[in-house]
């Protein structure tokens, strides 16, 4: 919010798609209960957007955030609310959004994972549901969790690293270029 409100920038890039354009619209406690309400029908609809395999995979991830969401107190995506709330006090600047479409990332990482490896991997996502401890939030801050949950889960499942950190990293420089780039003006001015 600070660094927004100091630097007054024409394009703030927050790392979502627009699939998950919904995380800057809600508010904390309505994304907390959408999370929680994880439903056959919700499944089906996942299901029939994106196939079984990632729709499943969706299904279980949104578990997995809704999990931590309980644990933690907070509805993920709060920095990118933050971000797009206070670019909008920034007058001309405008919000873009820098990340590859979640269903691309998700049938890409599903497509590297043999069949064992996706049953391991959803067979993870049901049962890792233990409790968080504050010093493990404490530890957050201390280092990328996202980035250290892949670490741990790299010697498993080799091609989600590369999917997730390699190939979004070169998504999202081609992003921040691109959001970088000057506005074509309408005038026929030089």
Known sequence: IQTISMMQPDVVLV???????????????TLEEEAKNINMQKLRMSIKQSGFITGVMQILLLSMSAHLTK?????????????????????????HLGDRPIQITLRRAMGELSVWQKVKLGWHLIMAKEPITKEEVRNVNKKD????????MTGEF????????????????HSLQAAARPIPSTDNEL
């Open 15 to 29: 790392e979502l798609c627009k699939s998950r354009l919904n995380i800057l619209q809600f508010d904390e406690k």
């Open 158 to 173: 080799p091609g989600l690293s590369r999917v997730f950190v390699e190939e979004r990293d070169i998504y999202l420089a």
């Open 145 to 152: 969790l996202l980035e250290e949950m892949l670490s741990e």
């Open 71 to 95: 644990e933690l107190g907070m509805a993920p995506g709060g920095e990118f609310r933050k971000a797009f709330h206070s670019a909008q006090k920034v007058p001309g600047c405008r919000v």
